[in-house]
């Protein structure tokens, strides 16, 4: 049976690679693109995400979410990471196709409802599309399968701050309503992403294996930017594989170790954007994480297995 997923974005190139591989994946059935503000302002996101859905020939419904974080002042668009256009400076040509008129948190409402515990949220950005769903109706967390989400941190530093991940510190409030509200999450952050890396040979060879459609030409042109960033940033052949990572989740959990934690967000002052993850029944001194919802954090990952699933999902 295939896995239902609702995809919430903000392309982004390494939202594109998830994108792309969940279209390809014959075990996932992706029933909406949702967007957010975060690698892009989210007219851009929207954008994006309707130009990856014409790119793979899909027919997805695509809504367009928040703008801004729910509380926290906004970061910049991190322009030197994906590019001005969001996908490295490529120009790709406009999208035909439009927006759905409904909101992002609308449709993860309407979609969970039609498919009661049958919708798993794969969340690639921000949170603040999940915590207005949330807001506008607290039932869906009842009837959600899972919520995987790419993001925070655990025992690995931050990659905006000395503790922080850029998802989660585009928007700590929202990320705290959605690790402490009572559906499943799944934390794929970078104790797990920055141990899988991909350089120019892997996309060249999900390139020339990509005959018929044009995602592997793109992934490949638009993430030559990606490479240059963290060429001169970290000194780095290559690129971690973040967002891609909780797609796999989706499709082969068993490639991740995992471990139970109760994660709060601080959403404020030096270490904004923290996720700070306690073991479940052991008593603190203060009562942030007593009585919380436990999360699936993941801790370890088999990285041949997961590059292999990538490939072979792309016939490369
Ligand atoms: O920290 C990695 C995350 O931030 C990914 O979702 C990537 O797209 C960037 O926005
Ligand atoms: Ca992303």
């Known amino acids: 049976m295939t896995r239902k997923i609702i995809i919430d974005t903000d392309p982004g190139i390494d939202d594109a690679m998830a994108i792309f591989l969940a279209f390809n994946a014959p075990q996932l059935d992706v029933l909406a693109l949702t967007t957010t503000f975060g690698n892009v302002a989210v007219e851009l996101a929207t954008k994006n995400a ?37 996908f490295g400076n490529i120009n790709w040509p406009a999208p035909k196709g439009q927006a759905d008129e409904r909101s992002a948190a609308q449709m993860i409402v309407d979609l969970v409802h039609q498919y009661p515990n049958q919708v798993t949220i794969v969340a690639l950005g921000p949170l603040g599309n999940l915590a207005k769903a949330l807001a506008l109706d607290p039932s869906i967390a009842e009837l959600v399968d899972e919520v995987i989400l790419m993001g925070g941190a655990d025992k690995e ?59 592997g030409e793109f992934l490949y042109q638009a993430t ?80 041949e297995r997961l590059l292999s699933l990538i490939a072979t999902t792309f016939n490369a």
């Open 50 to 86: 309707l130009i990856l859905s014409e790119v793979a020939g899909v027919n997805v419904p695509v809504a367009q979410g928040v703008a801004v974080p729910l509380v926290a002042a906004p970061l910049p668009p991190p322009d030197f990471v994906h590019g001005s256009d969001g």
């Open 157 to 215: 530093p931050g990659n905006v701050s000395p503790v922080a991940e850029a998802n989660i510190i585009n928007d700590p409030h929202a990320a705290d309503i959605v690790f402490t509200a009572s559906w499943q999450v799944t934390m794929v952050g970078l104790d797990v992403t920055h141990r899988v890396m991909i350089n120019d040979k892997f996309l060249d060879n999900i390139r020339q294996a990509d005959t018929d459609k044009q995602c």
């Open 224 to 303: 030559q930017f990606y490479f240059n960033f963290y060429q001169q940033t970290f000194d780095i052949e290559g690129c971690y594989v973040h967002d891609a990572s909780t797609i796999v989740y989706a499709i082969a959990p068993d490639i991740f170790t995992t471990t139970p934690g109760v994660v709060r967000v601080a959403t404020e002052g030096v270490a904004i954007g923290q996720t700070i993850v306690a073991t479940p029944g052991k008593h603190y001194a203060v009562n942030f994480w007593q009585d919380k919802p436990v999360t699936n954090v993941c801790v370890g990952v088999d990285s």
